[in-house]
Nanobody
Framework: QVQLVESGGGLVQPGGSLRITCAAS????????MGWYRQAPGKQREFVAR???????YFADSVKGRFAISRDNAKNTVYLQMNSLKPEDTAVYYC???????????????WGQGTQVTVSS
């Protein structure tokens, strides 16, 4: 029905930058908020950033001023630009989107499979 596919993860040195992407596909009627969460080894999944359908953005305190989120509605895609990366940003980053599928009035929460971001020298 609906798939979220992340890409762009990898290994980056401290202080470096990385952009990860999430593309939604399938029987999509509309997409509300899109966002990113992350989960480091041995820790719970935590909120990173969100962008609404009217481009309001929200960030976790730990990434404010370093990360930026944007979306391309024509491509059903959300981006996370990560700058000034720190080792503590190392985690699997998961895309999240609230999507109304074609033929329904229901808005459901969807998750991607995750992409690994490792910040290390």
């Amino acid at each position: 029905q609906v798939q979220l596919v992340e890409s762009g993860g990898g290994l980056v040195q401290p202080g470096g930058s990385l952009r990860i992407t999430c593309a939604a596909s399938g029987s999509i009627f509309s997409i509300d908020a899109m966002g990113w969460y992350r989960q480091a080894p041995g820790k719970q999944r935590e909120f990173v950033a969100r962008i609404t359908s009217v481009d309001s953005t929200y960030f976790a305190d730990s990434v404010k001023g370093r990360f930026a989120i944007s979306r391309d509605n024509a491509k059903n895609t959300v981006y996370l630009q990560m700058n000034s990366l720190k080792p503590e940003d190392t985690a699997v980053y998961y895309c999240n989107a609230i999507i109304q599928t074609i033929g329904t009035m229901i808005h459901l929460n969807y998750w991607g499979q995750g992409t690994q971001v490792t910040v290390s020298s």
